[in-house]
């Protein structure tokens, strides 16, 4: 079996990194699922059910699921609410045709539809869901200004914008616990089930050089977003982000307010 190496992180170039991103993602996922419980310790599940108890439905009842990968957060938000419609895409095909497949078994074809679409450019109308999320992707997308900006433009004013994803605990025991495990644990477990053991050393670059805590939340305002927070979520492995779109400027009596 050829043998897959990529560069780090930070010798890719944007393009590079979008084909790299495809690539692993259409390698892995006959194992994805599993690979993210057994790698995670089920934590995965945890963090999504989090997610989902902070959703606030409120007038279009929607949710879209950005890089929805197998579905499994479109699947536990329409598990979870059960009178919200719920989409997801994402750009690799494999991944969304895994996700189509637990949607049937679920009987959850009226109110859940996966496709294909790039969350750089959503094809969907402005202000046309409560709720948007993205769950282990951002990571993936080298132009985060531009995917946040989408995300923004999709949802309704006050609704909110949620970004779950692997992150750094602070520096100190956890840190060093976790960055062993990323970088000498996690490639070696990989190796025994996938195909494609570098894409977790992928996996280990990518989260090693995510923003801080800090600067995740300074790039959510930079796009307009208010009210931004984050929720560390086991011992700051992974991390909880939620804005909510500024209400728009209303015209009173012909003036701006
Ligand atoms: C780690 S998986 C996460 C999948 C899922 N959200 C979950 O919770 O398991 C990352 C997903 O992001 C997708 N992705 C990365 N960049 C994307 C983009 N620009 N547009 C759409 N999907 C993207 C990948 O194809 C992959 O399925």
Redesign the pocket.
Known sequence: MKSVEYPSVREMNDDQR?GI??D???SVTDK??FL?RVLSGRR?VAW?KRTVFEMNFFKTNRFL?????????ALDCANNYPNVNVT?????QE?VNKGIEKVGFQNLNDRVELKW????QIDFDDNSFDVTA????I???PDKVK?LTEMKRIIVDNGQLMV?ELTTPEPGFWRNTYSFYLNGVLPKLAKWFTKNPAAYEY?ADSIMNFPTRKEFLSLMESVGLKNCKSIPLTFGICTLYIGKKRIRDKKLNGERK
């Open positions: 979008i991103v495809k692993i993602f259409a994805y699922d993210n995965d999504r699921d950005v890089a929805t990968g197998t579905g499994d957060l997801g895409v994402d750009f690799v991944m679409g790039d969350a750089t993205i769950a282990f992707g990571r993936n997308i995917a779950l996996l």
